[in-house]
């Protein structure tokens, strides 16, 4: 028995020795070409701030500009960083917590309320080139279906704080924005080998352009990944495969241009203890979790003129999910969104737009755990506007709001307001002050356990949008060319979080009997050491106070609310040693967490990159490096964060 675990675990590294004897075998090693002719650091520190950001305003705006607290992801950090999945590159933002439950789990906030029952991280609206990755069943994201072609994206931007303006219910303590790059920006071919101690993964991308000026791209992508284990050794049943494929269009014509953009995914996941929903008492034989869905997105912009736009988007959406025994779901979602960029007129820049979505959403029961009704059809629509006035020329007021229906608490009203003091070019100071909603999910109003009666939780029937009124101050600066920094203090006010009360006859229903605040600094910024050298550091620190309101008998929700740690550090360091070869280190400290007990870490990551020649890359990485630590969760039942090593090369031609 020994021998077999120990030949098994030692099959990873057998793989990633080969997959190195390979790379280092390729021919195009010896060849002396001329190296790529640009720096390590593609942009400097003053362009980094120059860089324009669209999450907050729908609109093309410099991000030293922007009044609220974004960090952007260039696609060049993703390519230093190393990172295999979407998730190790949110690590990337100072502004998230990113927490690894298991091999393919992850538990991503930003500002706290981190988990409320079964729900992980409810309160960060996540889009992928526009389409919102939300899901219903408990409003939050299924990280483990979120597959992206790493080397396509263009850029993400992390907003933390609320969105609800400009994107909509559940924008509460923050907003994720992907965009993926153009199909003309993806020309020619490309393939991806990444291998390392607990999997690998391998990529293809081809592109081209048609006979009528319509560029395309088709990709794939697929992941292998072995069980991971827990603090006390033992395996956890978390290995996994999946696979993506998809296509991108991209055409212009004249003052128009469009975007379709197609995935098809299916994924295969064991299902670690406790299972995808925690039944309290039954401990059912756990089986596969399967994860499909294909998605299609048009986009259609117009260019209108002095400076006005239009823009009209529509996206497909089906996923299919089973957990077996526990629950199996089938989720249909059509989106239709417009929005007009007004001419700027006099002192003021107005958008306006309207967002209509319907889902038809069937989940397959069990004896362990019901959704009731079985199928259920859900509308939400919305309308917006928001106006940005100029006082003065270094003065913007910036006012705006948005009303949404949603069929379990119907209208609610998200408004804004921003002032955005414009001191110089390279310094802005901006306050702001905001109301935003999450609204019940099923998990919240729907869900019986047991899956017959009689039941011991029956639903949510009182359950209420959980309320935020946030109010921030923000400060960035780049007061000179080799040194940018941003700063924010926020304080959110909530109301009606969700509560889990004991009825006086003995039965479990949800409700909103919480309230309480949390207030907190974020800080980052980057400094070029020297020509070749920058470094960048990130830091948090939150504290929450929850408390309970009359009639409430969930003693544990307010623990259980702030599974958060208190601060949050990072350093990076990237190290151009010539034009071909670079080193990437980063360092993450993470203050501990209670119920459960999480210790506090540190984990120093590392990349050596080496551009070998023109369209083609080696690179080898460490995780990890000081040690394992587990991350989120009990100590029963959480993945320890081992050591990781990696190779991986890509190929352009």
Do not use: C
Request: aromatic content about 8%; glycine content about 8%; overall charge neutral.
């Amino acid at each position: 028995m020994n021998a077999r675990i120990a030949a098994s675990r030692s099959l990873p590294l057998k793989r990633l020795a080969a997959s190195l004897a390979l790379l280092l075998a390729l021919p195009a090693v010896a060849e002396n070409m001329d190296a790529r002719p640009e720096n390590l650091a593609d942009l400097s520190i003053e362009e980094l701030a120059n860089i324009p950001v669209m999450s907050v305003s729908k609109r093309p705006e410099r991000l030293q500009d922007a009044a609220a607290a974004v960090f952007v992801i260039t696609s060049e950090d993703i390519r230093r960083s190393g990172a295999a999945t979407l998730p190790e590159v949110l690590r990337l933002a100072p502004n998230l917590h990113v927490a690894r439950i298991s091999g393919y789990s992850y538990s991503i906030s930003a500002r706290g309320l981190n988990q409320s029952g079964n729900s992980y991280s409810n309160k960060l609206l996540v889009l992928i080139d526009g389409r919102s990755v939300y899901t219903p069943l408990f409003s939050g994201v299924f990280w483990d279906a979120q597959e992206v072609l790493l080397e396509d994206v263009e850029r993400i931007e992390v907003i933390s704080g609320p969105g609800g303006v400009m994107w909509g219910l559940n924008a509460v303590n923050g907003v994720i924005n992907i965009t993926t790059r153009s199909a003309r920006e993806t020309q020619g071919s490309m393939a991806v080998l990444q291998a390392a101690t607990d999997g690998v993964t391998g990529s293809f991308r081809q592109g081209g352009t048609t006979a009528n000026g319509v560029a395309w791209r088709a990709f794939g992508k697929t992941t292998r990944r072995e069980d991971s284990e827990l603090a006390s050794g033992a395996p956890v049943n978390d290995a996994y495969r999946r696979t993506l494929v998809g296509a991108r269009a991209d055409w212009e014509r004249g003052p128009d241009r469009v975007s379709l953009i197609g995935n098809a995914y299916r994924g295969r996941f064991d299902q670690p203890f406790p299972g995808e929903i925690a039944a309290p008492g039954v401990r059912p034989t756990l089986g596969q979790v399967r994860s499909d869905g294909l998605n299609l997105t048009a986009r259609w912009e117009h260019a209108l003129d002095d400076g006005a736009s239009l823009m009209a988007q529509a996206y497909f959406d089906h996923t299919l999910r089973r957990a077996e025994p526990l629950f199996g779901e089938r989720l249909y979602t059509t989106d239709l969104q417009f929005q007009h960029t007004l001419a700027p007129s006099g002192a003021h820049r107005v958008v306006w737009g309207a967002n209509y979505r319907h889902s038809r959403d069937r989940v397959d029961n069990s004896p362990t755990v019901a959704f009731l009704p079985a199928r259920t059809t859900q509308q939400w629509a919305s309308v917006f506007a928001q106006d940005e006035i100029a006082l003065r020329q270094d003065l913007f007021l910036t006012l705006g709001s948005r009303v949404e229906y949603n069929e379990y608490t119907g209208v609610e009203w998200l408004p804004s307001a921003r002032l955005s003091w414009r001191m110089s070019p390279q310094h802005a100071l901006w306050a702001a002050a905001s109301r935003t909603v999450r609204a019940p999910s099923r998990l919240d109003v729907d869900a019986y356990l047991p899956g017959r009666p009689p039941f011991l939780l029956r639903g949510g029937a009182r359950v209420r949008g959980e309320v935020a009124r946030v109010f921030e101050l923000g400060y960035r600066g780049n007061p000179v060319a080799p040194l940018s920094y941003s700063m924010t203090l926020f304080h959110h006010d909530y109301d009606y979080l969700r509560t889990t009360e004991t009825n006086p006859a003995g039965f479990i229903t949800f409700d909103s009997l919480m309230e309480g605040r949390s207030s907190g600094i974020e800080a980052w910024g980057s400094w070029q050491a020297a020509e070749r050298w920058r470094l960048s550091a990130g830091w948090t620190a939150l504290h929450q106070k929850l408390r309970l309101k009359p009639g409430s008998t969930d003693v544990n929700a307010t623990l259980v609310a702030r599974r958060d740690p208190a601060h949050t550090f990072q350093l990076r360091s990237v190290y151009g040693i010539d034009d071909r070869r670079d080193v990437e280190l980063t360092l993450r400290k993470v203050a501990g967490k209670s119920f459960p007990d999480v210790p506090s870490y540190t984990a120093l990551d590392a990349r050596f990159g080496w551009r070998v020649r023109p369209g083609l890359e080696l690179s080898v990485t460490g995780e990890s490096l000081t040690g394992g630590h587990g991350e989120y969760g009990s100590i029963l039942a959480r993945a320890e964060i081992e050591r990781r090593l990696g190779v991986k090369v890509v190929w352009e031609y």
